[in-house]
């Protein structure tokens, strides 16, 4: 949807977000964050892709690196377009439809599973180097590991940005220490002559070269965590999220190619256990205190990054249950501690479920690991490719209508001069340039390639994901159409980035009085007119606390008047069978005004409590009309129609 920031709400907004930018995530906090899962990576992948591809897994995590780096840049804006979080779930359903965004969220979820799954496993086994001979123990203690961490988010525990701070900052400094301890002890012809030695394995082939690259994202996995500390990212956002995840490409661009190159090359993988290479590595070029050392804090990074990854499930359950795409008791909290324990159950129980199928084999939930990874990065693109698209356009049609004003081909005001925004409560986000632009094409071109050459060259991660994704499917089409039949039908907001000529807008009252006299009145106009009707919403959300690291906070899904109004206005819509879209605006003065000047809509309708209205939109003609639950006014317009605007 479209909003303009007016200088009164920027003037609320700052106000605001100076109250709570007290005790938000800095740069420097979501870095940590976000490294303390990405980082976990170096882990296990260079084991994972030692067995898939030998010596030239260095190779191709450097070589995804640069495809990271693009992939970062939209994760960067998604942060700040989207201030609400959710990442893939909310991007999807506002770029493309809701369901869209249901399928990403069965992506995610997929994706927090195994991440969860494969995290806990991995420190449990780094474990081992501290106390050796667990063999035939490490499923049983890391399925013990994660039933204690569904216990302690059941009990309350907060994700903690500074506890994350200090195990991201020992993780990296242990492995800055490897990275030093090689280049001190390893002699630089032998160094150098790594590359060759990475080539000398399996040849590199077109299919081998594409099959790596698209294995190796894995590598790189936790990058979507950043979108989801929107909501607690101290503003301006774009500042923060940009100084964030350069702080991250430069960690990881530092530490994961060397350490995955040195670990799978100068290591001899038949005495050394590639679970535990990089641990390993130091023990081998360091000492035995940096080996014992790098096990440690490797096992902690990995017991964060699963409850992140558990954290992360059970929000993005939250939301599609309050989407209505999940039953209504994943959202049921318990009277002692507050806690959504459905949601906590399925986020925890789940990937100990994986665990047991997958008997503890780390090197199968690997190959099961790239279906909802990619699947979410790319609809993720895809969805923010859309809405860059449909700005650019708007922008081009708003620079054309105003050369036409200046050249005196255009007289008065001209709607749609105005920038706009994706969602009421977004900062204003210019049109990329074309660079930009075209960089995020290849970014999502990239992206999609990989997913789907993994789709086929590992089977176990698409028997995974799609019965998975199929199932959580099943399950949002039987719980939406059961509140339908309850007569509760749900609608979703949408954006709007152009004008609808001949739409209908049908201002929603925020009492319920008048309201069905609006909606049959739009819905009357619409089907005599064979055009659209926008029903739109002004609400205001006041929330009673701070967002939580995770939370997906979205004003609409948390405003219960808005889903009744427009749920009445579905039920309606769909008696009457037209066509219609939903808008939900923030309910600040210029709102309405901004958003139908880029609407440009023939008949807008309105009710007494909205009569300022007609003095704002100065229409070329009013009439009134009466109908069920009182009269209307209709605010007709006719708008000029300018040069056609090139491609």
């Not at 492995?175 to 012809?189: K, S, T």
């Not at 990881?252 to 290591?267: E, M, N």
């Not at 199968?364 to 690991?369: A, E, I, Q, S, T």
């Not at 036409?404 to 709607?415: F, H, M, Q, S, T």
């Amino acid at each position: 949807m479209s909003s303009q920031d007016t200088s009164s709400d920027a003037s609320a907004n700052h106000k605001g977000q100076a109250e709570y930018d007290h005790g938000r995530l800095g740069f420097f906090l979501c870095w940590a964050v976000v490294f303390a899962d990405i980082g976990t990576s170096v882990y296990y992948v260079p084991g994972i892709l030692y067995g898939q591809v030998g010596k030239l897994a260095g190779f191709f995590v450097t070589l995804t690196l640069a495809a990271f780096i693009l992939l970062a840049l939209k994760y960067s804006e998604v942060t700040y377009r989207y201030p609400q979080g959710g990442g893939v779930v909310t991007v999807a359903a506002r770029a493309m439809h809701p369901w869209v965004g249901a399928l990403g969220g069965m992506f995610i979820l997929v994706d927090y599973f195994l991440t969860a799954a494969i995290s806990s496993l991995s420190g449990v086994i780094y474990l081992s180097v501290i106390i050796p001979h667990l063999g035939l123990a490490i499923l049983p203690i890391t399925l013990t590991v994660l039933a204690l961490l569904g216990l302690l988010n059941w009990w309350g525990i907060s994700e903690s940005a500074t506890v994350s701070a200090t195990a991201a900052v020992i993780a990296f400094v242990i492995d800055i220490a490897i990275l030093i301890q090689v280049l001190i002890h390893v002699p630089l012809h032998t160094i150098l002559s790594v590359i060759p030695e990475m080539f000398s394995g399996k040849p590199l082939t077109g299919l081998a070269l594409l099959t790596g690259f698209a294995g190796s994202f894995l590598a790189f996995s936790g990058l979507e965590s950043i979108s989801q500390l929107s909501p607690v990212m101290r503003t301006p956002r774009k500042r923060t999220s940009r100084l964030a995840l350069l702080l991250v490409v430069l960690t990881i661009g530092i530490t994961s190619p060397l350490l995955t190159i040195f670990s799978t090359t100068l290591l001899d993988a038949s005495k050394v256990d590639p679970n535990q290479f990089i641990s390993a590595l130091g023990g081998e070029y360091g000492s035995r205190i940096l080996e014992l050392a790098v096990a440690i804090s490797a096992s902690a990074l990995l017991m964060f990054a699963s409850n992140t990854a558990i954290i992360g499930a059970y929000h993005v359950f939250l939301a599609l249950s309050r989407m209505h795409f999940f039953p209504n008791f994943v959202e049921r909290r318990n009277t002692w501690r507050g806690t959504p324990h459905y949601s906590i159950l399925l986020a925890t129980g789940i990937p100990i479920l994986v665990l047991i199928i997958a008997q503890g084999q780390i090197d199968l939930l690997g190959d099961m690991y790239a279906f909802g990874l990619l699947g979410a990065f790319s609809l993720t693109c895809l969805g923010l490719d859309i809405v860059r698209s449909r700005e650019r356009r708007q922008h081009r049609e708003r620079e054309h209508l105003k050369k036409l004003r200046e050249a005196g081909a255009i007289k008065g005001e001209v709607p749609g001069l105005r920038p706009i925004v994706p969602m009421a409560q977004s900062p204003a986000v210019a049109p990329v340039s074309t660079l930009i632009f075209v960089l995020g094409i290849i970014t999502t071109v990239l992206v999609i390639v990989a997913w789907c050459t993994n789709l086929v060259n590992k089977p176990l991660a698409t028997a995974f994901g799609v019965p998975v994704t199929i199932a959580g499917l099943l399950i949002a089409y039987w719980s939406y159409h059961s509140t339908v039949k309850r007569g509760r039908p749900m609608a979703y907001p949408t954006e709007i980035y152009a004008a609808i000529p001949g739409s209908v807008l049908a201002v929603l009252p925020t009492k319920p009085e008048g309201r069905e006299a609006v909606i049959r009145a739009a819905c009357a106009e619409a089907r005599d007119q064979n055009s659209t009707v926008i029903f739109l919403y002004r609400g205001r959300v006041v929330r009673k606390r701070p967002p939580a690291s995770f939370e997906i906070v979205d004003p609409y899904f948390e405003d219960e008047a808005a889903k009744q109004a427009f749920g009445e206005a579905e039920t309606i819509a769909r008696e009457v069978g037209i066509k219609r879209q939903y808008v939900y605006l923030s309910d600040t003065p210029d709102a309405v005004f901004q958003f139908w000047q880029v609407l440009r809509p023939r008949d807008t309708i309105i009710v007494d409590e909205d009569s300022q209205m007609a003095h704002a939109l100065a229409p070329d003609l009013v009439r009134y009309s009466p109908g069920p639950g009182g009269q209307v006014t209709h605010l007709i317009k006719r708008w000029q129609a300018p040069a056609a605007v090139g491609p």
